[in-house]
């Protein structure tokens, strides 16, 4: 498959466990942010979505998390499966209603 | 309901050409949005079109451009190819765009500028 990004950190887990994926994002007027998932070969798929009015939200084995004091964002997932390998991007909209993406982390999971 | 749509999905060129690649959003979709994904500098913005205006921009050259037809469908053209444009272009669409609502991302189409 295509290679996303050839350096980027990496966590490794073992199937089972829950994994947290931490991202920093730049601009503290921001007011919406998303994590998506992007497998080998495939486009960014839509995880779950956060706004700036919240500190937490949950969804199917998934939590987003915010702290806009230190402008922290990091997704929760429990119970790692090997499906969930693949890269995790977060993405802010800022003022403009760009979305700006981090450079990305790859989860391995380990069975 | 079919999903983000691109074609083609593999593209070789050579530097000094252009090229063109088209996208076909989610079925009642208006917005599409590109963004051109390489190792080095992640997913990037390139821009944004709702109702056949381009309503958004990055920060890419006038030699990238785009544009929208009436049923929503989006083409984006890379004039004067370089090797620096060897990238994943992905396109995403969204019922109303960026302002408002979750974007849909295509499996995109991989540029390869020798």
């Known amino acids: 498959g295509e290679s996303v990004g050839l350096h980027l950190p990496t966590l490794s887990v073992q199937e089972g466990d829950n994994s947290i994926i931490n991202c920093a994002y730049s601009n503290s007027a921001s007011d919406y942010f998303i994590w998506y998932k992007q497998e080998s070969g495939k486009g960014p798929q839509f995880i779950i979505d956060i706004r700036s009015n919240m500190d937490k939200r949950q969804g199917q084995r998934v939590t987003v998390l915010l702290n806009k004091t230190v402008k922290h964002l990091s997704l929760q997932i429990a119970a790692t499966q090997p499906g969930d390998s693949a890269v995790y991007f977060c993405a802010e909209r800022g003022s403009s209603y760009k979305l700006i993406f981090g450079s990305g982390t790859r989860l391995l999971v380990r069975p | 309901k079919a999903g983000v749509t691109q074609t083609p999905r593999y593209l070789i060129k050579t530097r000094g050409q252009q090229v063109t690649l088209s996208c076909s959003p989610i079925?009642?979709?208006?917005?599409v949005s590109w963004y051109q994904q390489t190792p080095g500098q992640g997913l990037q913005f390139l821009f944004e079109y709702f109702s056949e205006t381009q309503r958004n921009k990055g920060n890419f050259p006038g030699r990238f451009s785009g544009r929208q037809f009436s049923n929503s469908r989006s083409e984006m053209n890379v004039s004067t190819l370089e090797l620096g444009d060897s990238a994943l272009y992905l396109c995403?669409?969204?019922?109303?765009?960026?302002?408002?609502?979750?974007?849909?991302f295509g499996p995109g189409t991989r540029l390869t500028v020798l």
């Open positions: 079925s009642g979709h208006r917005s």
């Open positions: 995403a669409s969204s019922l109303v765009g960026l302002a408002s609502d979750t974007q849909y």
